[in-house]
Nanobody, 119 residues
Framework: QVQVVESGGGLVQAGGSLRLSCAASGTFFSINDMSWYRQAPGKQRESVASFTSAGSTYYADSVKGRFTISRDNAENRVHLQMNSVKPEDTAVYYC?????????????WGQGTQVTVSS
């Protein structure tokens, strides 16, 4: 089993910065990809940024140049540095993890952390 927990959400003014973190823990496993998604009220969940096990990063056009995704050396944590935030960034941010556990690939979602950007 794998647990995924996000942290770092909160209230921030437009133009400010916020850093989100995600930690995956549990029994032995290797992680393929770690990603950030977000969902605003009344909208579908959308991909924000991804970090593959090979070190490739991907960003949604709406956050390019403002957000940065990173992973620690153990590759069991992922962070999202949010700079120059905008009110439209307000959403629940979810961590998504794809991991291999005893030879089988599984996907896991965190519970989400609320980010609110005031204008």
């Amino acid at each position: 089993q794998v647990q995924v927990v996000e942290s770092g959400g909160g209230l921030v003014q437009a133009g400010g910065s916020l850093r989100l973190s995600c930690a995956a823990s549990g029994t032995f496993f290797s992680i393929n990809d770690m990603s950030w998604y977000r969902q605003a009220p009344g909208k579908q969940r959308e991909s924000v940024a991804s970090f593959t096990s090979a070190g490739s990063t991907y960003y949604a056009d709406s956050v390019k140049g403002r957000f940065t995704i990173s992973r620690d050396n153990a590759e069991n944590r992922v962070h999202l540095q949010m700079n120059s935030v905008k009110p439209e960034d307000t959403a629940v941010y979810y961590c998504y993890v794809v991991a291999v556990v005893r030879g089988t690939r599984y996907s896991y979602w965190g519970q989400g952390t609320q980010v609110t950007v005031s204008s």
